[in-house]
């Protein structure tokens, strides 16, 4: 087998020997165990660095921002000619979870549990079928089109892919200026192109790619022009969704980085949409595992990833490939 990865986890686990690409090029060569014990090469050295840290971040007793109370997202089935209701699928079947401001809570679960969708509930881009949502005390899951606009300055997402979330037609600052128009921000186009160029180099970006188009970049430069335009309205609370699966593991890890630099400059609050179990501990406070529609356990996260209580957390935790082997 011919594995081509970027999951370390998953290397340490399958292979027998592994080798190192860049830029076309082979840089390194070994048996897995002597890659694992003392890698050579300088850009080896640099991914095993880039590896999430494994050390749980501090407990914190937040203000309350986001409330979802017993929350359900249901989409009708329908069948024959008429198009008839015959069911229901419970995508999201009754959650409830509480974010607080500079704070964040990982909502992870497998494929299909539920967990985007709970993220498109919250913006209001899917209909609730009951329940409540809740924002610094406000209920917005009722509000029309137009008075939920404050909210869209408020709330911000970050999508996985950051080759499709971004209009290719659009150069950089188009893409930047588009929600700072639409949501009233900036008191001119002076103030305007000063904080775009401000936001491209507080996300490590220089700023004279405001004129480049998105084809211009690599997948981690996209996501960081994807993380600057969430940034651009000011927001409070952004919701990531899967932001780094993409990603390559030394990019990753720069990604993830800077949103930990972020949060602790601006106070941003985080819900971070995962199934990848290994990016937790560097980055939230709390977690909320997600199986089919429900919250089967939540907690600090020290707690559940440490001593996780229900069956299917523990059988998410089994499955994350280890770089140290038994």
């Not at 024959?80 to 209701?85: D, K, N, V, Y």
């Not at 401001?101 to 609730?128: D, F, H, M, P, Y």
């Not at 720069?254 to 949060?263: A, D, S």
């Amino acid at each position: 087998m011919l594995l081509i990865t970027h999951d370390f986890g998953v290397v340490r686990e399958m292979a027998d020997k592994i080798a190192v690409m860049r830029y076309g090029e082979i840089v390194e060569q070994a048996s897995a165990d002597e890659f694992f014990a003392s890698p050579q090469h300088e850009y080896s050295r640099e991914l095993l660095s880039s590896l999430p840290r494994q050390e749980y971040r501090a407990d914190i007793q937040p203000q309350p921002l986001l409330e979802l109370r017993d929350v359900k997202i249901w989409f009708a089935q329908r069948a024959g000619i008429l198009q008839r209701i015959k069911g229901h699928t419970k995508a999201v079947d009754g959650i409830s979870l509480t974010l607080g401001k500079g704070e964040t809570l990982a909502l992870v679960g497998e494929s299909g549990s539920g967990k985007s969708t709970s993220g498109r509930g919250i913006l209001n881009l899917e209909a609730l079928a009951s329940g409540e949502i809740y924002y610094q005390g406000q209920r917005i899951d009722n509000l029309s089109r137009k008075e939920f606009l404050p909210y869209r300055k408020k709330i911000q997402v970050i999508f996985q892919d950051p080759f499709s979330s971004i209009n290719p037609r659009f150069t950089v600052r188009e893409i930047l200026l588009e929600g700072m128009q639409a949501l009233d921000i900036g008191l001119n186009d002076i103030e305007r192109e000063q904080r775009m160029q401000t936001l491209l180099e507080r996300v490590g970006m220089r700023s004279e790619y405001l004129y480049r188009y998105p084809h211009e970049f690599s997948g981690g430069q996209r996501q960081r022009i994807a993380i600057a335009r969430a940034l651009a309205v000011e927001p409070e609370l952004i919701i990531c969704d899967e932001p780094t699966s993409a990603l390559d593991l030394a990019v990753r890890g720069q990604v993830l980085e800077l949103l930990e630099e972020l949060q602790q400059e601006l106070g941003l609050s985080y819900l971070f949409i995962t199934h990848d179990l290994s990016v937790i501990p560097q980055l939230a406070h709390r977690v909320a595992v997600m199986k089919e529609g429900q919250i089967v356990e939540q907690g600090i996260t020290s707690q559940v990833l440490g001593n996780p209580q229900h069956e299917y957390t523990q059988q998410l935790l089994a499955a994350v490939p280890k770089l140290i082997r038994a």
